[in-house]
Every structure is written in structure tokens, then in C-alpha cells.
């Protein structure tokens, strides 16, 4: 005679998830290297980062993000770490000759279909924390080359006085929508 046993097992667990972006940003010598990283680390400054780990430059989105800006290394990383809640409820039964291997089944059963419910819990986890990543990825990275602009122009400035006196100058935009940077100096 085969005995049947049911095992129902509500699942809640909180599942963790994490990604990150790093670029390499490429900080020209226009004047020396200490003098371009100040003006890197003053420009990020105005837009909200804080010196965190020794040169180091951290800032903190609304979405959660973690942008770093390492000056050393001259890397851009973006993080994101995420935990969300897996819930679910699972039933599972066992038929055997006795009741104990009936037991054994279904539990092994019930604890299999919990694995996959919670396996599944962290894929969705991560696909949403290497989205939401990737989608401020465009943002970022224009701007960080507006930062590098400010200080390739601030440098240029800083240059030009260095060689003579800046008779003129101007900065804005051509016609079609570049920025633009002329320096006039009499040597």
C-alpha cells in the first residue's frame, strides 16, 4: 500500500545582488600631472563628490549608485548593490511504501522547488541591478567628459598665462553646437 505525504513550505529570503562599471579616463598633460588631478579633483568637487578614501572621490545617486573617481588610477567606477525580499509558497508531495520515505520525498521535493524559487528570485535580482546600471551608463560617461572638459579648458587658461599675457579670449559653442576655446596671447 503507497502512503501519500504533503510538505508546504513558505519561502522568504532575502536575496543580495551587485554590479559595477569601470572606465578608464584619459587625463592629457597639459600641465603637470599633480596640477591636472587638483583641477579633476576641484572640478568633481562642484558637481557633488567628496574625497573619501585617500584620492579618492565618491558620490552617491539617487538610485543608490556608488560613482568613484579614482585619481590615481584615473578609473571611473560605477556600483550598485541591491537586496530584495524572495517569497513564494511550495507543496510538494511523496508517495511510498512508508510513511517515512514518503516523508523524505516530498520534503526533498518541497526543498528542491524552494532552491529553484530562490534561484529565480536572485537572477530577477540582478538583471534588475545590471539594468538599472547600465541604463545611467549614457549620463555617466557625458558627464565625466564634461568634467574633463572643464579641466582641459581651465588648463588651457592656466597654460596660456604661463606663456605671455592673454591679450583675448573666448569660450562657447560653434555652429555646430561644439565647444570651443580660443586663446589669444602676446608672447
Not at 550598485?80 to 511510498?96: H, I, P, Q, R
Not at 522547488?113 to 560617461?141: F, I, W, Y
Not at 574633463?148 to 596660456?160: F, G, N, T
Amino acid at each position: 500500500m503507497s502512503l501519500s505525504y504533503r510538505v508546504t513550505l513558505q519561502v522568504c529570503e532575502v536575496v543580495s545582488a551587485d554590479d559595477k562599471t569601470v572606465h578608464q579616463l584619459d587625463l592629457r598633460d597639459i600641465l603637470p600631472e599633480e596640477d591636472m588631478k587638483d583641477l579633476l579633483r576641484q572640478s568633481l568637487e562642484a558637481r557633488g563628490f567628496e574625497e573619501g578614501e585617500e584620492g579618492k572621490l565618491t558620490r552617491r545617486e539617487e538610485g543608490g549608485e556608488v560613482i568613484t573617481v579614482d585619481l590615481e588610477s584615473l578609473e571611473l567606477t560605477a556600483e550598485l548593490e541591491s537586496e530584495s525580499e524572495v517569497k513564494g509558497k511550495v507543496d510538494a508531495w511523496g508517495d511510498a511504501e512508508s510513511r517515512q520515505s514518503a516523508r523524505k520525498q516530498a520534503e526533498a521535493s518541497a526543498q528542491s522547488q524552494a532552491n529553484a524559487l530562490l534561484e529565480r528570485g536572485q537572477k530577477d535580482a540582478q538583471r534588475k541591478v545590471t539594468q538599472q546600471l547600465a541604463s545611467g551608463e549614457k549620463e555617466r560617461l557625458e558627464e565625466m567628459n564634461q568634467v574633463l572638459q572643464d579641466v582641459y579648458s581651465e588648463a588651457l587658461k592656466r597654460k596660456a598665462r604661463q606663456l605671455g599675457d592673454v591679450v583675448d579670449q573666448y569660450e562657447g559653442t560653434n555652429e555646430n553646437g561644439e565647444y570651443e576655446l580660443v586663446i589669444k596671447v602676446e608672447v
